[in-house]
């Protein structure tokens, strides 16, 4: 939630920053600013998005700055709320992600002494502490030091202040990495505005306070001077751009065989933790797609390795834990999901060995996991998750091979050659069911109970339809009573056990006038004739069928929501990286 760049250099800051800004839009995207070290600080913010801007903030002059682009959470997305925010003087500014948490009551106080509030957000509090500390102190790095410490809650905080060049950043649950680049330096919520410029990242520890020069990079912890490892980043300028595709998602359905192929070969699972190579249960933390990556997960491994699995939301666990031991995996494709890392840090409380599955290097999930398996996804800029889903499925089938004696290794190999087969399948028959409903089912068992839930999400999502996925035994249980002729049901029908039931479950839907897709295997002869539209994915392993239905309905639901003309990149009220409670 909310992205924030911020640069120190010997260019002009301000077009730096916008471009930095834009490809941190899918944190957050209801409005922005800039503030650079011009003439005093020069400020230009706005409710709205950033991306297509071509306004005044690119005239702002200044070889130092800040930016920001927000999801609102404490006051509604207007120009007053937007960051950067200035203290009483207008010398100092900052911007903010995560959430002051003891703000109130500091603003009160702050207010009793005088100072003049001009929004409604938790944030503007800092600024006016800092005023406060500045006063005392003169030097900004000092002030920050001595004003973070009053600070409840979570924040990656960057800071100007007139007539000084240097960029002052701190850390505490909320992401921040700093790029070393030759003679200037960066710091944002994570390297997709950086990699066009260094591959050199430093990622700050919680309670870091760093100070940016141009020519330099001092970080301290208590106001001790550390230094923390460099690390590189292999991700390329490219890959966080369209390259050609009309929409960054089609861009990464389109990298699924990549990300998937990529991760199954990083994946070592040998460093595992002991704990976690002959685990007798396991259980798994996440929310949202990966809650459904994790349900995926909870059925293949029960039933193809016989270990009992246990699947959580990570924001019910934290009010509701129930008992647990032994091994327990958090999968969070940002590494940052505030409810997954609370319920990871409550399951070390309770002993277990916990393991986490990310996308991104340096994230807080790896600071707070005994163990992390990271993904190859690359950077993901479409809100909905696409790639990163089947990334995690990667992982999550390379622990499942590794726990069965490396059984499945020839398959996982070549499963990325069934993903790429599905990816130009024609469903055009299938959106134009879809657009013009209001409703749509999924249903699927097992498995494919879990990958209709997917579908229905990455539907509602972008398109705005209401979707739900549900195990296809349910339906007859009430939702049937919604099933008419304009209720679309999109089923899952693979050979197996379940095959016979779904059919006749399909069948059940059909008779109340439900127009069906179903999703079967090629060469099935009794699908076509009993359903409206039938999508053949090929014949392949169980775990690749997951994979392929999967990807079928994520352009499904793409598809659909272009036709509807939606903003299908950044759908409305979402953030992909959801670091508040
Ligand atoms: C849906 C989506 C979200 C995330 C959820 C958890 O497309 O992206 O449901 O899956 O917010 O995010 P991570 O995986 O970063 O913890």
Redesign the pocket.
């Known amino acids: 939630m909310c992205g924030i760049v911020g640069y120190a250099g010997r260019r002009d800051a301000a077009p730096l920053i916008i471009e930095g800004l834009k490809r941190l839009e899918y944190r957050g995207y209801d409005s922005f600013g800039v503030a650079t070290l011009g003439s005093g600080i020069e400020l230009v913010k706005h409710q709205g998005r950033i991306s297509g801007y071509a306004g005044s903030a690119h005239q702002l002059h200044g070889k130092t700055g800040i930016g920001h682009t927000r999801w609102a959470t404490h006051g509604i997305p207007n120009d007053a709320n937007a960051h950067p925010h200035l203290d009483c003087t207008n010398r100092i500014a900052v911007v903010h992600n995560g959430i002051i948490e003891n703000f109130s009551s500091l603003k009160r106080d702050l207010i009793s002494r005088g100072h003049r509030f001009r929004s409604d957000t938790d944030t503007e509090v800092v600024v006016h502490l800092l005023e406060e500390a500045y006063a005392k102190e003169h030097d900004i790095l000092v002030a920050v030091q001595n004003t973070v410490p009053l600070l409840k809650g979570s924040f990656a905080l960057l800071v100007i202040v007139a007539d000084d060049n240097r960029l002052i950043a701190a850390r505490n649950q909320s992401p921040l990495v700093i790029g070393i680049g030759d003679g200037e330096n960066f710091a944002a919520s994570d390297m997709t505005p950086v990699i066009e410029y260094t591959e050199r990242a430093i990622f700050l520890e919680d309670g870091d306070v760093a100070s940016l020069k141009p020519d330099s990079v001092e970080i301290f912890h208590d106001k001790i001077p550390v230094t923390r490892p460099v690390e590189l980043i292999d991700w390329s300028p490219e890959a966080a751009k369209k390259g050609g595709f009309s929409h960054f998602m089609m861009k990464e359905i389109y990298e699924q065989p990549k990300a998937f192929f990529d991760t199954l070969n990083a994946i070592d699972t040998d460093v595992l933790p002991p704990a976690a190579r002959h685990p007798s249960s396991v259980t798994v933390l996440?929310?949202?797609?990966?809650y459904h990556a994790g349900l995926i997960f909870r059925y293949l491994v029960e039933e193809s390795c016989g270990i009992p699995a246990r699947l959580e939301f990570a924001s019910e666990f934290k009010y509701f834990p129930p008992p647990v031991e032994g091994l327990v995996i958090g999968?969070?494709?940002?590494?940052?999901?505030a409810d997954?890392l609370t319920a990871l840090r409550q399951a070390k409380a309770h002993n277990c060995t916990t393991l986490a599955i990310t996308n991104v290097l340096g994230s807080s999930v790896s600071r707070i996991a005994d163990a992390t398996l990271f993904m190859r996804a690359g950077p993901e800029i479409s809100?909905?998750?696409t790639k990163?889903f089947v990334a995690q499925l990667a992982v999550l089938m390379q622990i499942m091979n590794a726990w069965a004696g490396r059984r499945w290794a020839g398959v996982l190999q070549h499963a990325h050659q069934s993903i790429e087969d599905v990816l130009h399948i024609d469903l055009s028959a299938a959106v134009s069911l879809c657009v013009p409903a209001k409703s749509i089912f999924y249903v699927g068992r097992g498995p494919f109970y879990a990958v209709s839930l997917e579908g229905a999400?990455?539907m509602k999502?972008i398109s705005y339809i209401h979707a739900e996925g549900y195990a296809a035994g349910e339906l007859k249980h009430g939702p049937f009573a919604l099933l008419s002729t304009e209720t679309p049901v999109i089923a899952i029908c693979m050979p197996g056990e379940t095959y016979g039931v779904m059919i006749s479950n399909i069948k059940e839907m059909k008779a109340r006038g439900a127009p069906v897709i179903a999703l079967g295997c090629e060469g099935d002869s009794e699908l076509p004739d009993i359903v409206d539209v039938f999508i053949p994915v090929p014949e392949t392993h169980r775990f690749v069928q997951v994979l392929t239905t999967l990807v079928v309905l994520q352009l499904l639901a793409f598809y659909t929501a272009v036709a509807l003309g939606r903003d299908v990149d950044k759908p409305r009220n979402l953030a992909?990286?959801?670091t508040v409670e």
Do not use: D, F, M
């Not at 996440?286 to 990966?290: F, L, N, T, V």
């Not at 999968?331 to 999901?337: D, F, L, R």
């Open positions: 996440a929310c949202g797609s990966s999968i969070t494709q940002s590494g940052e999901t997954t809100v909905a998750a990163s999400l990455k999502e992909k990286s959801v």
